[in-house]
């Protein structure tokens, strides 16, 4: 059986069996228990006579409709007819449905539970009509649509997938599970609940949330099906979400390693891909240098390994002690590529396998073999396991101090590149357990400088290490492309991960997003116009050098270079202010005009913090374009003159060496 909840967004589509909810809910620092035992009141007699139910506290607010329930059935008092003043509880043949009301004076809330009587019941689903609100939040996409209504979603389990080897999946790396919209409404799930989405699945124009059991990945929930989630309203999306975040996640407890934010990383895998070697990345080292770069470190990226998972130089580097000592003393830190996998056949197989440090076939002792994008065949890091995970930061510690190693970017980590049948020494509540497990060891490994990085992230708000975005193609379409970098770094920042680098400037360079080799590099527009975007971010990474093209595309790199280096004493700044409140550094133009209707849809713009605003050129092509300024008096620092918003500045003249940013004058 699966039990359905539609929405209805008229009473003439009604089906008479589907109890409609109408909720309209408003932010009120005011609000009393009278009130509250009234609106309850109303909310238990309307579901029980199993009639159209409005939570009508104002009727001037904007309205969130949906359906809960879709019952053949009357349901009966669960509460034996003592209706408290902040609570519902209805009992159906096969279903129960409790509604929790509270405000502690910031938001007004509803928590909503519908738990399955019967192992029958395979499927909860509740779904609330996107509206004409702007949605936001929930999850890295390979398209990254802002606002969050653009995109079309089909039902797909919340879970996260590497978006170029899981090809069938939506939902990337970095996630969480809070969705707020314009009118203030938000909306949070926790993670028991075995969580199913669509979001204007077939233009279908609504949001839905499913919970659904003994279906991959959720292998680890056993019945009866549960589906839980809040839904509250404040005054705006900002207040919502400030609200959401600090009740449900968490915020930094202090900041990645400064140096980060002022000079760029250098990788090698977009320049050189897997021939890396020690020549190379002396020739790179040197060339940097050479044109009077900056540089906070080198990672040394894939295939330095023997086998993948054997943590050790293979011959390509034949003395990397030396190399790195050399490097060292160039002014260059040196960090790793590493990952949970393990090749069968490395030494670090069959030592994880023997001790029991590797994931296993679910009821057997044997390791469950996993694909990942470097072979068919390979053990995981068992991360539940504090044995396995002490055994793998030891394995970091000996490059640490045998080479030189400083620090590392952990790679992968998503929960689809579980097996299909696994089990762990602790049982995961949720599979992004572990992703969450895999960013507290990628933070074990360097607690003091924190000059590592991550690619995935789930209720790891707290760590202060940089969350980088997944692969981006080197194209100027929204396939992972340049369009969706403004797009990604501001996703990350509502759902509480300030600290972003956002991949390679020029993107990956791969020839195409299947084989993924490299070498197809983007043409020299498309990587002047990728650097100026990167300026104001809260790092620059570069890999595929700037020398490859001409004189003048190497000055305007330096150029760009050093104006972030001069805004990095704000990055940092903007870094420390998020410790306790998971302020972003990079923010929606929204963020300081929550109710301007054009600054809820701009995706190409962005601020840095409230002080900076920043208009990138992200068309092929063009010279000039469109820019929308805040309410507010904005310095043009390209131009010059004072401009006061709300206002758009139409046909902005833009070079290609030119990149348009205003300060808010206060």
Request: proline residues 5%.
């Amino acid at each position: 059986m699966i039990h359905t909840m539609t929405i209805t967004e008229t009473l003439k589509t009604l089906v008479i069996s589907t109890i409609l909810v109408y909720l309209v809910m408003r932010y009120s620092m005011d609000y009393s228990k009278q009130q509250n035992t009234e609106s309850v009141f109303k909310l238990h007699h309307m579901l029980l006579n199993n009639s159209q139910v409005t939570i009508n506290e104002y009727i001037d607010s904007p309205k969130l409709y949906g359906s809960i329930g879709s019952q053949t059935d009357s349901p009966r008092d669960c509460n034996l007819g003592l209706t408290t003043h902040n609570e519902v509880c209805l009992r159906y043949p096969q279903t129960q449905l409790r509604v929790h009301h509270f405000n502690d004076g910031k938001a007004s809330c509803y928590d909503i539970e519908w738990q399955a009587l019967s192992l029958d019941v395979k499927e909860l689903r509740d779904c609330y009509n996107l509206g004409t609100s702007h949605w936001f939040g929930g999850f890295q996409h390979v398209r990254q649509p802002w606002p969050l209504e653009k995109i079309d979603m089909e039902q797909t389990p919340y879970a996260s997938a590497d978006l170029f080897f899981h090809k069938d999946k939506t939902v990337g790396g970095v996630q969480e599970r809070i969705f707020f919209n314009s009118d203030g409404y938000g909306i949070f799930i926790p993670d028991d609940v075995p969580l199913y989405m669509s979001i204007n699945g077939s233009n279908d124009g609504k949001i839905c949330l499913a919970a659904k059991l003994d279906e991959y990945p959720y292998i680890n929930n056993v019945g009866p099906t549960k589906l839980s989630y809040t839904i509250c309203q404040a005054s705006n999306a900002k207040t919502v979400r400030r609200f959401m975040l600090k009740k449900y996640l968490k915020t930094p407890i202090t900041i990645p390693d400064e140096t980060l934010f002022t000079k760029p990383i250098w990788c090698t895998w977009a320049q050189y891909n897997k021939q890396v070697n020690e020549s190379a990345v002396m020739d790179y080292a040197n060339t940097i240098l050479k044109h009077g770069f900056s540089h906070s470190q080198i990672e040394i990226d894939d295939d330095w390994t023997p086998f993948y998972g054997d943590l050790d130089f293979n011959k390509k580097f034949p003395d990397p002690k030396n190399m790195i000592k050399k490097l060292n003393a160039m002014g260059f830190r040196i960090t790793l590529w590493v990952h949970p996998f393990m090749e069968l056949g490395s030494r670090s197989f069959e030592e994880a396998a023997n001790k029991g440090y590797l994931i296993r076939s679910k009821g057997d002792s044997v390791p469950a073999l996993v694909k990942w994008w470097d072979g068919d065949r390979a053990g995981c890091l068992d991360v539940t396991n504090p044995e396995a995970v002490d055994w793998f930061i030891n394995n970091l510690k000996y490059l640490q101090t045998e080479y030189g190693i400083s620090s590392f970017k952990f790679d992968a980590g998503e929960s689809h590149y579980l097996p299909r049948n696994y089990e762990t020494k602790e049982p995961l509540k949720s599979p992004e357990d572990f992703a969450r497990l895999w960013a507290t060891v990628a933070y074990r490994s360097d607690t003091t400088i924190r000059h590592q990085e991550v690619r995935i992230a789930w209720k790891t708000q707290d760590l202060p290490i940089f969350v980088r975005m997944f692969d981006r193609a080197s194209s100027w379409d929204d396939m992972a492309g340049i369009k969706t970098l403004i797009p990604t770094m501001l996703t990350f920042g509502v759902i509480g991960y300030p600290f972003v680098l956002a991949d390679m400037v020029g993107g990956n360079a791969y020839d195409d997003l299947i084989s993924f080799n490299g070498g197809a590099y983007p043409n020299r527009e498309l990587f002047i116009r990728w650097m100026e975007i990167n300026t104001f971010f809260p790092t620059i990474q570069y890999s595929i050098a700037p020398w490859i093209y001409d004189q003048e595309v190497v000055d305007l790199c330096k150029k760009y270079t050093q104006l972030h280096e001069e805004y990095a004493p704000l990055m940092v700044k903007l870094a420390k202010q998020s410790i306790g409140s998971g302020d972003p550094i990079i923010r929606p133009l929204w963020w300081i005009s929550p109710n301007d209707q054009t600054a809820l849809t701009i995706d190409s713009q962005f601020l840095v913090g409230d002080e900076v605003l920043v208009a990138p050129v992200i068309e092929q092509g063009k010279r000039s374009r469109d820019i929308y300024l805040p309410k507010g008096k904005w310095k043009d620092v390209l131009r010059g003159g004072i401009q006061e918003g709300p206002k758009w500045l139409l046909n902005y003249k833009v070079e290609l060496s030119e990149l348009p940013h205003f300060i808010q004058l206060l």
